[in-house]
């Protein structure tokens, strides 16, 4: 009856497909047995061993450092780069904001020139307008009461108020 069932055809075996038993074993006779190690082998040896034998399949090439590894947080990315100071400039009375760099100003009568020809204003040091500004901390003061690189670090928006609304900050420039 087990020559009826053909146990050979449903055996499984380890080796490549299409191989036979008997092919395994000419093979096996013909080459010397290779001694196996379970350590990993460092890149300079497995080099060596795939160049001068040729039963051993090659060993995958070094790993080169990727270009951009080891990855950059964004926010250090952007800490690196040069930023520019946009802030937001309104006008006590006119319907629109203005988005300016105060990176492109060297100094408060450069900014107020710019801020006057931009809302097409006479005098904003005048009685009628008092520039203001938001500071990190949240805080409301008059433009010219701080150095002026701070006031370009700490500028969170600008405000061209009414002068009654501006009496209690303090003097400006």
């Given at each position: 009856?087990?020559?009826q ?6 055996e499984?075996?380890l ?5 036979s038993?008997?092919?395994?074993n000419k ?8 001694a ?6 460092s890149p300079?040896s497995?080099a ?7 039963n ?9 450092q990727?270009v951009?590894w ?6 250090r990315?952007?800490s ?5 100071a946009?802030?937001?400039v309104?006008v006590?009375?006119?319907p629109?904001?203005?988005?300016i760099d ?12 710019a ?9 904003i040091?005048g009685s009628?307008?008092?520039p203001?500004?938001?500071?990190k901390?949240?805080d ?10 701070m006031?370009v ?5 600008l ?7 501006a009496?209690?900050?303090s003097?400006?420039?």
């Amino acid at each position: 009856m087990e020559d009826q069932l053909n146990f050979k055809a449903t055996e499984l075996r380890l080796g490549l497909p299409g191989s036979s038993e008997e092919h395994e074993n000419k093979k096996a006779a013909a080459s010397p047995p290779i001694a196996k190690n379970n350590k990993r082998a460092s890149p300079d040896s497995a080099a060596e061993e795939c160049s001068t034998s040729s039963n051993l399949i090659d060993a995958p090439p070094t790993k080169t450092q990727v270009v951009g590894w080891p990855p950059i947080r964004s926010y250090r990315k952007n800490s690196l780069q040069l930023r520019e100071a946009y802030v937001k400039v309104s006008v006590d009375g006119a319907p629109y904001l203005r988005k300016i760099d105060l990176k492109v100003y060297n100094s408060y009568p450069e900014l107020i020139k710019a801020l006057e020809k931009m809302f097409n204003l006479a005098n904003i040091n005048g009685s009628d307008f008092a520039p203001t500004y938001e500071d990190k901390d949240g805080d409301w003061m008059l433009v010219g009461d701080v150095p002026w690189n701070m006031f370009v670090s700490s500028c969170k928006r600008l405000r061209i108020m009414k002068g009654s609304e501006a009496r209690g900050l303090s003097t400006c420039f």
